[in-house]
């Protein structure tokens, strides 16, 4: 068994509703920030963490995901007649290399840990990683390769996590924390959603995870929690005391594009750090507020 990360899981099979109408035929991985789609910035951080084999777990409505991770030829061939160097490089780069990547179905929307049940074949029996890509993160490293790199001196279960205004707790899953150096939190529980009151901390689960292939066994007892889904958050809860498990605070931005206002701010950071569109926009953003 591989005790390095080298499988990561994209689920994808969301409905979208919080951006609908945008979503009704379009999947909202899709949806672009700047000029590349959502999910392909969470590939990215996922090859930069060195990942070697993307599991996407999608569903009826979403075939522009594979062909966007497809080779075009066509596309390939007009480009180069027109010696369109940039653009080309530009598709070549989403592509994602032969044999090194899979997508799953899930056949109804049951819930996250539903999704990720789903991938449970290819992922097999080795460590993990699965990437929410409707979180965007401007992050350098990325936030996976942070992970990855505490993953090498913790091992077992890490969960990336960042801290919220206690009032939000009930947005959020939260940890319940045994101590804490200010980086890593070691976990002794997990609760989804409470109430500022009942809240153990205010360090909120974000959607980048590191899980060892047990949460299976728990996965498949297909349990349903909060919102009568299968929840993750409660398969991940019953490894706590058996496999070290830790959230991790991660230095970075996060977008949460799944939201509009989330979508909107991710366009407006990312275009922002473009050097070749920063001073047009600034003037172009004055001018609108
Ligand atoms: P969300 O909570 O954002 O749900 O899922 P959603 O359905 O995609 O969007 P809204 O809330 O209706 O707008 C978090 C992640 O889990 C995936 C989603 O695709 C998203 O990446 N997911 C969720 C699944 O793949 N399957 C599910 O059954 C639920």
Not at 40 to 68: C, M, N, P, W
Not at 187 to 210: C, D, F, H, Q
Not at 257 to 281: M, T
Request: proline fraction near 6%.
């Amino acid at each position: 068994m591989a005790n390095h990360v080298r499988k990561a899981v994209f689920p994808v099979a969301g409905l979208g509703t919080r951006s609908l109408p945008a979503t009704k035929a379009v999947p909202k991985e899709m949806l672009t920030v700047v000029d590349k789609p959502v999910i392909q910035y969470a590939v990215e951080e996922a090859k930069a963490a060195g990942i070697e084999e993307f599991i996407f777990v999608t569903s009826r409505g979403k075939s522009a995901l594979e062909d966007h991770f497809d080779r075009n030829f066509e596309l390939y061939d007009v480009l180069t007649q027109r010696s369109k160097t940039a653009e080309l490089e530009a598709v070549r780069e989403a592509e994602l290399p032969v044999g090194q990547f899979s997508f799953v179905r899930q056949p109804e929307p049951l819930g996250l840990g539903h999704a990720v049940w789903c991938a449970r074949h290819i992922v097999g029996n080795e460590p993990f990683a699965v990437l929410l890509p409707d979180e965007v993160f401007k992050a350098d490293p990325g936030v996976l390769a942070q992970m990855v790199a505490a993953y090498g001196q913790v091992g077992g279960n890490l969960i990336a996590v960042r801290e919220v205004a206690p009032e939000l707790t009930a947005k959020y899953g939260i940890l319940d924390v045994e101590h804490d150096d200010g980086r890593l939190a070691a976990v002794k529980g997990l609760v989804e959603k409470p109430k500022p009151e009942e809240a153990p901390s205010n360090l909120s689960i974000v959607g980048r995870y590191i899980l060892q292939p047990e949460v299976f066994e728990f996965l498949d007892r297909q349990e349903r929690g909060a919102g009568n889904e299968i929840q993750l958050t409660d398969a991940m809860a019953r490894l706590i005391g058996r496999q070290p498990f830790h959230g991790i605070r991660f230095e970075g931005d996060r977008y949460d594009c799944g939201d509009k206002i989330g979508f909107v701010a991710a366009n407006v950071a990312f275009a922002l750090s473009r050097p070749e569109l920063a001073d047009k926009l600034r003037e172009s953003l004055e001018a609108v507020i």
